[in-house]
């Protein structure tokens, strides 16, 4: 098993909900991660965890808030999310953080904040 | 720190045609460097990673691409292009081993192909 998977794939809230991401691998891999992609541009590193500990926030605003409940899941918590926060949203696992080890990515999710 | 400028944020090419799709990396250490496609509304999909085992790397779907160091590029190529192949291509270089950062990706711009039938 070689997938990363990702729900829901397409989200749709307003500024006042709270909702949660949730990504799940079976892998083994140790380190995981959340990325934020706006339309036509690369992928922006928001999360990293590592052994289930956040390792790195990339000044990313309260209003997103991780949780790593175990080494095969990962969540994105949502709260007061404001219209330019929509975008993709892509998780991501690799084996560990050393430099040559490829991540894998998961499908997406699709938020609208209306 | 380490970058990678991919030149040409679209580049189209005709079926059977050779794809050629450019990346230049900065780096103060030897790079892990990676090619992505992205298709449409999808995730990213690995298609290959120079760790410096090979300078000559072969990936998935028919794509290689060259590590030269004295032109600091890994340039992605594949002989004939395929509807298919069309997609979001991005190239990709990991901050080393060491450190806070060790082993985020930082990604280019990214080169959109169109192939044309």
């Known amino acids: 098993d070689t997938e990363v998977t990702q729900t829901p794939k397409h989200l749709v809230m307003g500024m006042t909900n709270k909702k949660s991401l949730k990504c799940e691998q079976h892998?083994?891999?140790?380190?995981m991660y959340w990325y934020k992609q706006k339309a036509k541009k690369p992928p922006e590193l928001m999360f990293v965890?590592?052994?289930?500990?956040?390792?790195i926030n990339e000044s990313v605003p309260s209003r997103f808030s991780p949780e790593c409940p175990n080494s095969s899941l990962l969540n994105l918590h949502l709260h007061a999310l404001q219209p330019e926060d929509s975008a993709l949203y892509l998780c991501?696992?690799?084996?560990?953080?050393?430099?040559?080890?490829?991540?894998?990515f998961g499908q997406g999710t699709r938020l609208t904040v209306v | 720190a380490q970058s990678v400028t991919q030149l040409g944020s679209h580049v189209s090419v005709s079926e059977g045609a050779l794809v050629l799709l450019r990346c230049n990396y900065s780096?103060?250490?030897?790079?892990?460097l990676f090619w992505y496609v992205q298709y449409p509304n999808q995730g990213l999909q690995l298609l290959l990673k120079?760790?410096?085992?090979?300078?000559l790397v072969k990936g998935i779907n028919g794509f290689e691409a060259e590590f030269k160091k004295s032109e600091t590029s890994f340039h992605l190529t594949k002989p004939s292009a395929h509807m298919r192949d069309a997609a979001e291509y991005f190239c990709?270089?990991?901050?080393?081993?060491?450190?806070?950062?060790?082993?985020?990706?930082?990604f280019g711009k990214g080169t959109k192909l169109s192939v044309k039938p």
């Open positions: 991501a696992s690799s084996q560990d953080r050393g430099g040559n080890t490829e991540a894998f």
């Open positions: 892998m083994g891999h140790r380190a």
């Open positions: 965890y590592s052994y289930e500990k956040l390792s």
């Open positions: 780096s103060s250490v030897p790079p892990y």
């Open positions: 120079y760790t410096s085992a090979a300078t």
């Open positions: 990709a270089v990991t901050e080393g081993d060491y450190g806070g950062s060790q082993g985020n990706l930082i």
